[in-house]
């Protein structure tokens, strides 16, 4: 399955990443031509609260029509985290949010275009070289 993306995003992201996708959406066939999405989940199978890992991380598209052709375009990339005490649980860590085009962390709530900008470009340095290592399984859902 090859995918077209909106570029003219809210935020830009590294080339590396739509290589990622595209490479993981390359051996599946064409999906239900009815699915509005996709959702792709890239876990470390070895993440826990109690040994640490990679944290778990979501990237959801929608299809979208620009001059009568299919795009994608991203929704949200986040990042989970275990959380909470004495039972924890995966919760939003870090969600760069392209709707509301905006950047939440767990410790500063949302964040200004600079703060964001900076977190953003960080977080997808670093959750692209994860994928690179091969710390993640990932899972794609179409919708």
């Known amino acids: 399955m090859k995918l077209t993306f909106n570029k003219r995003q ?11 996708l595209a490479d ?12 509005e999405g996709i959702v792709l989940n890239f876990r470390d199978p070895d993440y826990s609260i109690s040994a640490g890992g990679f944290h778990p991380v979501e990237i959801r598209l929608i299809k979208i029509m620009i001059d009568g ?22 919760a939003v860590d870090i969600d760069v949010c392209f709707i509301a085009e905006q950047v939440f962390t767990v410790y500063g709530g949302w964040l200004d275009k600079r703060s964001g900008d900076e977190l953003k470009n960080l977080f997808l340095t670093n959750f692209i070289s994860y994928v690179e290592m091969g710390v993640f399984k990932v899972e794609v859902t179409f919708f």
């Open 10 to 20: 809210c935020f830009t992201v590294p080339e590396k990443l739509y290589q990622i």
């Open 24 to 35: 993981e959406l390359a051996d599946i066939s064409k999906p239900d031509p009815d699915a």
């Open 69 to 90: 052709e299919v795009n994608y375009q991203f929704v949200y990339i986040t990042d989970f985290s275990f959380q909470g005490a004495p039972y924890p649980e995966l």
